[in-house]
């Protein structure tokens, strides 16, 4: 069974760090690129970043560019972002997620973990 | 960026009803696109992918249709279940984006 279990959320003040982990179980983790996705409170889904299988290759929205960093450690099956400058409108849940492929092109989310919230203070 | 744009924005609708959703990209992506479902306080879960294919487990009362930029997605006989709301998403080229959502609601 795919498991995706997120951790490091929390209630941060603005301008600080943080780093998501994403520990994976229950398939070949390192044949699969890996994603986050965040939803603020009420809002809709908003793709942030992903990551190849091998880890070469990242891709990140606009709205996180230069902020955010998506790493990964296929030995310890684990997803990792690294999130600086954080603002308000960084608040919300985010979302581990498996895309079917390794790369980005064509892949979807087929699985996803419970998510883990970014409360930002000022 | 390639902009997604679901309509309409809700709908009500009772069990046992069909519904159409509609994602119109702003630009060709093929069929790489891809519809989810979420109930609040739930993780989303695949429902289609690239365009028209069913996931294991998903009920076959789901459909989806649409090449290039135009997409829909059919619920049929309405379930309990089947409320909330539902988001699109292109995977065609970075960065992937998702519709703003349908929010499916109970008439």
């Known amino acids: 069974e795919v498991q995706l279990l997120e951790s490091g959320g929390g209630l941060v003040q603005s301008g600080g760090p943080l780093r998501l982990s994403c520990t994976a179980s229950?398939?070949?983790?390192?044949?699969?690129?890996m994603s986050w996705v965040r939803q603020a409170p009420g809002k809709g889904l908003e793709w942030v970043s992903i990551i190849t299988d091998s880890g070469g290759s990242t891709y990140y929205a606009d709205s996180v560019k230069g902020r955010f960093s998506i790493s990964r450690d296929n030995s310890k099956k684990r997803v990792y972002l690294q999130i600086n400058s954080l603002r308000g409108d960084d608040t919300a849940i985010y979302f581990c997620a498996k895309c079917d492929h390794s790369r980005p092109v064509a892949a979807y989310f087929d699985h996803w973990g419970q998510g883990t919230l970014i409360t930002v203070s000022s | 960026d390639i902009q997604l744009t679901q309509s309409p924005s809700s709908l009500s609708a009772s069990l046992g009803d069909s519904v159409t959703f509609t994602c119109r990209s702003s630009e060709y992506i093929s069929s790489f696109l891809h519809w989810y479902h979420q109930t609040p306080g739930k993780v989303p879960k695949l429902v289609i992918y690239?365009?028209?294919n069913l996931p294991s487990g998903v009920p076959s009362r789901f459909s989806g249709s649409g090449f290039g930029t135009d997409f829909t997605l059919t619920i049929t006989s309405l379930q309990p279940e089947d409320f909330g709301a539902y988001y699109c998403q292109q995977s065609y080229s970075t960065p992937l984006t998702f519709g703003q959502g349908t929010r499916l609601d109970i008439k």
């Open positions: 690239a365009a028209a």
């Open positions: 229950g398939f070949n983790f390192e044949s699969y690129a």
